[in-house]
């Protein structure tokens, strides 16, 4: 195998900077909606960064909660990309709670203005604001069209 003397690596599309504003450590708090969940609420962090080559956004979280009656720890990561030719964004997820599957962790979303709508099993919206913290509406599918709140968080950064 010869070495290309002309050989140009790959570069980024630039539509992936769109997904900066989470870029960064960040604490977060929530609240379960309407679902149905007891005990509410949400508390952990998230973390934000490019792998190299700028390709793909790795986001790792660590968040606990209580859910019927039991403590959960909910640990994970999930890479962001983009999709040029149908100008979407793409998400994929990886936690120690399981539901790995063809369909199950999967997400695929545009930005609606400033916020980032990703649709899989769930819809996901998040919001940067002015003062730099992002909250974040996690709706459950209640049919066609429809969705049921059921996760709000809020996050702020740290680092």
Known sequence: MHARDDFTPPRPDPALRRLDFL????????????????GGELRG???FRWLPGGFFLVHHWSRTFHLDGHL???TGYEFYDYI????AYRAHFFTNLGGCDETGNKYLGHFDGPELILIGPVRTTSRP??????????DLPAGPGQW??????????TG
């Open 148 to 157: 049921i709140p059921w996760l709000h968080t809020h996050l702020r950064r």
């Open 84 to 87: 040029p030719e149908t100008d």
């Open 45 to 47: 962090t998230a973390t």
């Open 129 to 138: 604001h002015p003062d730099g913290t992002i909250s974040q509406h996690t």
């Open 72 to 74: 959960v720890r909910d």
């Open 23 to 38: 870029v960064g450590t960040w604490s977060l708090t929530g609240r379960f909606g309407s679902s149905g969940e007891t």
